[in-house]
């Protein structure tokens, strides 16, 4: 396999296994502080990272004005919500459980965009897509019974 090939392959592992080792992290956490406490830490550690990344490509850049008021609703439902939603399911269900509901996101909103957006809805576009689903589906429900 080719070096350019092999460094997405690598950096997508990485990405999976922060993503599930986050609701481990949380679990814990959670024994110590409130959920609130954990996602104003997240947040806190998000802006941080965020903001060396764009310090460092250079790419900072204000909103529109009339953008404002759009950025503060999915900051508060897509971000603030779903995180505190997400910390508060965790201090009563496992970690794995909560995981596997989470990942079940894709699956609505494919659906929802399908319904409400009328967008074209490919059960096997091609093999790597249902190689992909088929892996998914069964990492799910791995999860879900262990």
Known sequence: MSKSKLIPILEAIFAVTAWGASFIATKVALRDVSPITVVWLRFGIGVKILGLAVTARAQFALPRRQDLGYFAL?????ITLHQWLQTSGLVSSQAGTTA???ATTLVFMATLGWLALKEKLTWLPNQRHSFGRVIGGYGRRLIANA
């Open 74 to 78: 999915v900051r508060l439902l897509g």
């Open 100 to 102: 596997w509901i989470v």
